[in-house]
Each structure stands twice: as structure tokens, then as C-alpha cells.
């Protein structure tokens, strides 16, 4: 493995720990806390999709007419990925991106989608962040979480926004989360089905062959390059206070139902 990727993984551990050790999955003990959960997290599940997009706008060519773009082996590991978070498979063998087996996941349980489908719908027919964020009354925290994103994405930087993509994403879903969701799961196998298979998709999928794609194509876009390595560095920081953050939100909105 690449030193600077090392030490790198070295200097977030704290960082990393503080996110799946948060106080939030304490408090989810319920179908109705899971919906709440799932109101702030479809968030990051949507800019993760448009992350993942702005990388392949930058690392491969994505107009016509078509020219070679970019290093071979980059443009096949950001391809590799999109295919599997664009167009995977859902739990009936059907294609859809993450965030579509999401919004089946929230409406099956009955999680309310208002905000983030108003959000989305705005800001298509828009373009405009900050009254898709009003008109949708988008929690703070994940307006704060979308936020950094794009301010990741207009940054240009595609070595930042595959630092970001790779380690502010990956693996970082606890074992304690996966043991909620299987008690939830026993006591309601036809509200959080599809959720269950998101998640152990997720962790399948994500967790391990992407997490690797995704760690090789973060090396090859620093390079030898110093600058961009502390640059890189400096951002991933910066995204796991995001996800910290967002974490907070939901834990906050917990405490005040419960």
C-alpha cells in the first residue's frame, strides 16, 4: 500500500473511531428512531452519487465527440465504480442507483421523504442550492454535509474529491449498527427489508472492492505530488467533522423526540 495513503489512515484513525463509535446508534432502538436516522443519511447518500459523477466528469471524458481523457487505469477504476453505485442490483434483482434503493428503502418503512425529494426537485428545476435547501426545510446538518461536498466539487480538484470519496465514505458503518438493524429487522421483516439489504450491500460492495478501487485511484491522482497529498489530507479531516456533524443532527433530533 501507498506510504502517504498510510499515514494518512494513521493520522484520521482518532477521527474515524470518533464516527463509528458516535453516540446516535445508542439511541436508535426503533423502527420510528431508524426513520429519523434515515431522514439526515439519504442526504449524504444523494451527494455521495453526485460526488462520485463529478469524478468521472473530471477523470474521463463524458462528451462527444469522445477523445482519450485522463490515465487508463483511473478512467477503469472510477468506470468500475459508478457502474456498481449507478446501476447495481436492488433485492429484486433489479437495476438502480444506491440512492433509488434508498428512497424504496424510506418508503417502505415509511420514512418521511418529503424534504429530500423537495430537495432534489428544486434544485433540478433551479439549480439553485439555497432555496432548494429552503423550500425543503433541509435539516442544518445535512445542509452543512452538502455544503462541503460541492464546495469540494466546484473546488475543481478531482484529487480532493477522490480523497473525500474514498476515505470520508467507506467503512465507516459500525458492527453495533448492523446488530440494531437485525433486532429491528426481527420485529419488522416487511418495513426494513429493503434498508437491511442496503446496508449489507453497502458493506459488501462498498466496503471492500470499491474501498480498494477507490484507495488506488486517490494514489494515483496525488502522485508523487507533496502538496496535493497535504491538501488531500486536510480535506479528508474536513469530511469526517462533516460526517461527525451530521451525526450530532441526528442524535440532537433523538434526544428532543425521545
Not at 34 to 51: E, G, T
Not at 64 to 76: E, I, L
Not at 235 to 243: D, W
Amino acid at each position: 500500500m501507498n506510504q502517504q495513503i498510510e499515514e494518512i489512515k494513521k493520522r484520521i484513525e482518532p477521527l474515524r473511531q470518533e464516527i463509528i463509535n458516535h453516540k446516535v446508534y445508542s439511541v436508535i432502538r426503533d423502527i420510528d428512531d431508524l426513520k429519523i436516522f434515515m431522514q439526515y443519511h439519504v442526504y449524504a447518500v444523494w451527494d455521495f452519487m453526485s460526488l462520485l459523477k463529478a469524478l468521472q466528469n473530471h477523470l474521463t471524458c463524458t462528451t462527444v465527440p469522445w477523445f482519450p481523457k485522463g490515465a487508463p487505469d483511473t478512467r477503469y477504476l472510477i468506470n468500475e465504480i459508478v457502474v456498481g453505485e449507478e446501476s447495481d442490483l436492488d433485492h429484486n434483482g433489479e437495476r438502480k442507483s444506491h440512492f433509488e434503493l434508498y428512497l424504496d428503502a424510506m418508503n417502505q418503512c415509511g420514512a418521511d421523504r418529503t424534504a429530500i425529494l423537495g430537495f432534489t426537485d428544486e434544485l433540478q428545476r433551479s439549480g439553485d442550492f439555497e432555496k432548494a435547501f429552503t423550500i425543503s426545510d433541509t435539516p442544518l446538518e445535512a445542509r452543512d454535509f452538502v455544503s462541503f461536498t460541492f464546495q469540494t466539487i466546484l473546488s475543481k480538484k478531482d484529487f480532493l474529491q477522490s480523497a473525500i470519496f474514498t476515505f470520508g465514505r467507506e467503512d465507516l458503518i459500525p458492527g453495533m449498527f448492523i446488530s440494531i438493524i437485525n433486532e429491528i429487522h426481527k420485529n419488522f421483516p416487511d418495513e426494513i427489508s429493503i434498508f437491511k439489504y442496503y446496508i449489507e450491500r453497502h458493506i459488501e460492495v462498498d466496503g471492500d472492492h470499491h474501498s480498494n478501487l477507490a484507495l488506488q485511484m486517490t494514489a494515483n491522482l496525488c502522485g508523487d505530488n507533496l502538496q496535493h497529498w497535504r491538501e488531500a489530507e486536510e480535506a479528508i479531516i474536513l469530511s469526517l467533522k462533516s460526517r461527525v456533524n451530521l451525526w450530532d443532527g441526528v442524535y440532537n433530533q433523538l434526544m428532543n423526540k425521545k
